[in-house]
């Protein structure tokens, strides 16, 4: 029997595991196909992927279809760029998500979904202030790229904001929250208490371990604001590590400082349930998910303005900011610290689940179906 559900290619690239929850959502009512533009060698081969072994792809899936375009890739620290060197299949006038527009991949796709039919929704988290460029010829064709496309979902405040100054029309932008895997979390909180009466408190980092997440400041911090028991706990990996490990041992704080190295998402999630604090005091942030998952599993969270999910849970309980300096991470941490009366329950945030934004998206795909003519 025919499936008569509306195609949906999705075209981004890894397969994380916080993005799964959306597309089972989304495969349930469209027949969807995640495209994907790098291969679980290249998460194993290439160091600057810094991704766990549950980012592989193509064994999650039930109700979404995976597999992986034949591509070019040029690398250069953490940013890859992609050429499709193979024909990209688009079936006639279905929906095709595009996660990104600075690979020329995502460029071949636009024009190939124009001589299929196809509509085009763009899924854009950047903000103004994580842009590399804000004006001349790269800026100038970002924004004309998006003018180009049928609907955009972006993930917040800021990120709606930057798709405007891009001339975007408000009608085709669609905005939702940047969810995490709460019922992932939710279980394996449940299964993992953190210690009540425990002598100390416990502080978190969560991710890569490269200059961008200015993780030294937590470190420095932590060495001057520490109380008798405290603990900092820092899982992830990255090229940083070695003078990370050197800088905790110049510090004498061998006994205080556990690297944990990476964890898959529902290890980190354990060590978030028996954490009391997150700390993510990154220089530069497109969204920051690790704040999500922390806040779902109940921590206090530190987080720099400079993140992009800052804006939208500014005003939920346990939330303190810095700026990406020594000083004021400390100062957060410690009152953080301070402030510790137990888990922090959120229930608007367990409200900003997977099921809501892949209701964004829908919205988005009604419209871009109903878009007469093209964005201009």
Known sequence: MQDSRSSVTWITNFEAPYRRPIWEDLGRTFRLRVLLLEN??????????NRPRDWEAGRHSRSYRVSFLK?????RGETAFYLLTWNLFLPRGGIVVLGGWESPVYWQALFLAWLRGARLVGFYESTAATNRFSTGPIASARAWF????????????????????????PSRIFKGFNPADGAAIERVVAAATRPQNENGHRFLFVGQLIERKNVESVIVAFSEIRNPGDKLVIVGDGDRRPALEQLVNELGLDERVDFAGYETAEGAFRTMALSHTLVMPSHSEVWGMVVVEAMLAGCHVVVSKAAGVAAAVAEMPGVFFSEPTVETVGAAMAESRRSWSGSVQRPELSALNASAFADVFRKAFRAASDTGLRAS
Request: glycine content about 8%; charged content about 35%; proline content about 3%.
């Open 146 to 169: 998006f003018r180009r496309l049928d609907a955009i979902v972006v993930p917040g405040d800021e990120s709606e904001d930057a798709i405007r100054g891009m001339g975007v029309r």
């Open 40 to 49: 679980n060698e290249n998460l194993r081969r290439y160091r600057s992927t």
């Open 71 to 75: 591509s070019l890739a040029v690398r």
